[in-house]
């Protein structure tokens, strides 16, 4: 590995710690409610006994065992996984210096395996503040069957946890709490504390005020959305369709918004309320078109979750029928479609038809995430506009995709910042053997110093539901809340920015400069904490 | 429009100037020769008989007369077009503070419509250091016909304009030599001045050492690859095809190279020169692929110009075939391909066969620009892989266009002081009235203050060949130079690359923070100049 200069410099960089994190010897914990209702769950029975909430109050310094701790990365990167682990780290030393931290490698499947790296001074030198999962690595292994339970029992044991820290989404802290439910009925002293991390920004709640990773890749997408906008602007030729990765919810097309103002965002969740249909998509982006081209601007800037697509109906049924006759082995699947979805269909042009059919997964089903929604909209918006008697423009589109560059760019300082609080958290939780916990950094709009930190009950975040056939406890993706200040100040504002060129550039993530710059948070958080 | 605050901090910075143009009164021509040879074109009869360069130096103040100059942006945009126009600005109001400077609107086409805005101290405050070319908009069009010619005659006449400077690429800088050549003709007194745009870096000399936009342009794609990289290393997943703007030359893919050190960079002019087929390159990539899979690495990252496509013949020879075949309106072109052009056609997927046959452009012909090399280059080589016995990894590819995110991002410090130094010595010839001239701004691998300028007789940059079977005057586009210092570095390194994990990366551009990190310069420009 080349270090660049910036990552040079990034790894001197000292993350400011919240107050309350200064003396971490002298914190104790008080046991109590957490700001939404418990609902105990039996498949948890025994986390679901634990108080909901703990927060921290500093007394005298006392004396800490040392602790032994594992950690893994879990799922998608999102910047700052580094700084949990370093601020992990940190924290551990700092209540017992002979405390030891290991890194099962490439996701969960280094714990069932037991393939580990002991973290050191000397290794996270190299990667504090910096991007990426590389330093241990990454995977999407569930840990789900009994076999797999026991082996990471076995892994916990012979390495003799005082903890395991699960730095994932939804799912991973899904999987966390089963683990730490596991434990308990198996005597296994290990606690499990989760840490929440994804881009996606879907994992919050009344004490989760962001996940970790989201304020970087809005930074990074944006600077992307807003040079394209300026692109737009200055060649006067292009509608840019510029997807953006963030799985089911809108959350990163909302930010993105308000970071760059650009001409129109889909929603998926406001579409899903109002059930619109594509046809009403592809006509309410027509519209917009027209109407700009009529005052002489045929260029524009429209932001696409990569979710929508599980938002419109007709897709979704469409997908449905061509999966059930292929599995049937239908030669011809075109003439055996519904009227519905023969419509659909027929709406898409030869290459999407021919993706559809021919471009499948292992078990032969159409690849819904790989549809490429941008290309699909801009398809059926030129002939949309083309059947239109009153659009005399020029439609030139280009389809753009924001994804894997934002998982993995340099933490902008908030994330540096928070990741390094949530680690400490983490380590405190472990060592108040409070399993089945995720890591709370909380206050997130005010400076670093205010934050509050806490822990809470991953089963009150939790809810029975049936997924592909099987009740499954699983944690609810937050989706965009259409009711909010923050889509309220979208709503306020997206008529007049599709009309006149309002576009905003926030340029790449800045490190150093004024603290206004560097410590700049995203909308989101203002607007979820004011 | 809406600031951020990035762009707010940009309009404040004030780009350094070179000593020798710190008292632009006191500057004097020497007419002189340029490094390499002058050819008089009998096509530039009048250019031809002026010197090939003029330097400057420091004498006594003198008066300057007030200038009245305009300036037009062709072309695509690049990083720093605003702060050419700045330069000019500040540069002709320093020499008579009666100087006036006319934008001409959206291009070329500006100066034949006789649309434009006057640049005002005011309105630029908006614009200082900012990218994109908004100010006054850029377009495509050519002053080629007689009218056109005259159209802009007419223009410049009725503003009693003394210079016009075109902001542009190869293309413009040629529309430049042929209309000064008409004006001097039609004894029409304004100068025509060029200035080296173009984030492709294909129009450098032994005067020109980079165009402007280029350093800017490599930084973005370098941040997002950079990220990428870190991505793949971190999920162990993905192969990433990065496709890379920047026209025929592969300048912007062998910089991106240098500085993130991906796993293969293909380079056009290599190819051409070992006359690589397309089975060839696949097999290439597909060697790397089951190596790295032996060594457990089933991920990786590789940059692909732009401009491949037209360095495969077998490529072109089938486009060709399928143009003249179409062109006949035959229906079943498939069976009457040639066998080798029946070969390349088979060997590609049935979207990129639909792709071919039927995204044509308005003269009916496929479009060479649209192919995405990405894609095509994925799909072939699963193919090649899938035929493959020995190897048993799992091959799993993103493709990724970096594009117009980089070519109005903000420019760089280096960018934004390169171009006011452009602007300053575009100025000082339309004060020489040295039409016919190219801005020039040399050593630049040196401190600012030590940067040296020029002005370069574009009849000496231009050649005549035959294009779509006529003679015309053209600047050659400069290739990757496969024995320059820069090549060699490469080559020295990419089979280390290859093999391991050695990914950079660079991070997004700072413009706070120590001098070694935000004035950085490219290896392209170190290496030209050490």
């Not at 990167?77 to 700084?83: D, E, L």
């Not at 700092?94 to 973290?119: A, H, Q, V």
């Not at 519209?287 to 005052?295: A, L, V």
Request: some cysteine.
């Amino acid at each position: 590995m080349t270090q660049s200069l910036l990552e040079k410099l990034r790894l001197e960089y000292q993350p400011r710690l919240p107050k309350v994190l200064e003396n971490i010897e002298t914190l104790r914990p008080i046991f109590g409610k957490c700001k939404e209702c418990v609902v105990p769950l039996e498949a948890l029975s025994n986390l679901s006994k634990k108080d909901p909430f703990i927060s921290f109050t500093n007394q005298e310094p006392k004396e800490h065992r040392p602790l032994r701790i594992g950690v893994v990365l879990s799922g998608g990167q999102a910047a700052g996984g580094h700084n949990v682990i370093a601020g992990l780290y940190d924290a551990q030393k700092k209540l017992n210096p002979d405390s030891e931290l290991f890194g099962f490698l490439n996701g969960p499947k280094g714990i069932t395996d037991n393939k580990y790296r002991e973290i050191t001074q000397e290794l996270l030198a190299a990667y504090r503040n910096l991007g990426g999962f590389d330093l241990i690595g990454s995977g999407r292994t569930k840990i789900e069957t009994p076999e797999q339970f026991k082996a990471a029992e076995a892994t916990v044991r012979a390495l003799r946890l005082d903890g395991l820290v699960i730095i994932g989404g939804d799912d991973s802290n899904t999987n966390a709490a089963l683990l730490a439910e596991y434990f308990l009925v198996q005597n296994c002293p290990t606690a499990v504390v989760g840490v929440p991390k994804t881009i996606d920004g879907d994992l919050t709640n009344s004490d989760i005020e962001i996940s970790f990773g989201f304020d970087s890749a809005v930074k990074t997408y944006s600077e992307i959305i807003g040079n394209i906008a300026r692109d737009a602007l200055s060649a006067k030729k292009y509608y840019y369709f510029i997807k953006l990765m963030g799985r089911s919810a809108s959350h990163i097309a909302l930010e993105c918004a308000m970071q760059t103002q650009p001409n129109m965002t889909l929603i998926g969740e406001e579409i899903a309320l109002k059930k619109d249909t594509l046809t009403q998509i592809v006509e309410g982006i027509s519209d917009m078109i027209c109407t700009r081209s009529k005052n002489g601007k045929d260029y524009g800037v429209i932001l696409i979750p990569e979710g929508i697509i599980e938002f419109i109906p007709e897709i979704n049924q469409l997908i449905q029928e061509l999966n059930d006759l292929l599995a049937q082995g239908v030669k011809d699947v075109k003439n055996k479609l519904t009227q519905a979805s023969e419509h659909c269909f027929s709406m898409l042009s030869p290459e999407f038809q021919s993706q559809l059919l021919f471009d499948r997964d292992p078990h032969g089903n159409v690849q819904v995430s790989k549809i490429e929604t941008e290309r699909l909209l801009i398809d059926l918006v030129k002939k949309a506009l083309a059947n239109r008697n009153d659009y005399k423009g020029k439609f030139s589109a280009q389809p753009i995709f924001c994804g894997y560059e934002g998982r993995s760019c340099l933490p902008s300082n908030f994330d540096a910042q928070y990741c390094y609080a949530l680690g400490h958290v983490a380590a405190l939780l472990v060592d108040l053997q409070a399993t089945g916990f995720i890591s709370c950094v909380q206050n997130l709009a005010a400076p670093v110093e205010e934050w509050q930190i806490g822990g809470r009950n991953l089963v009150t975040m939790i809810s029975m539901e049936k997924r592909q056939g099987k009740i499954k406890p699983v944690i609810q993706k937050s989706l965009v809340n259409l009711k909010s200040k923050q889509f309220f100040a979208f709503q306020k504002d997206r008529q007049k920015w599709a009309e006149q060129d309002l576009y905003r550039y926030p340029g790449p993530i800045q490190f150093f400069g004024p603290p206004e710059l560097t410590e700049a948070i995203t909308f989101t958080i203002q607007l979820a904490s004011s």
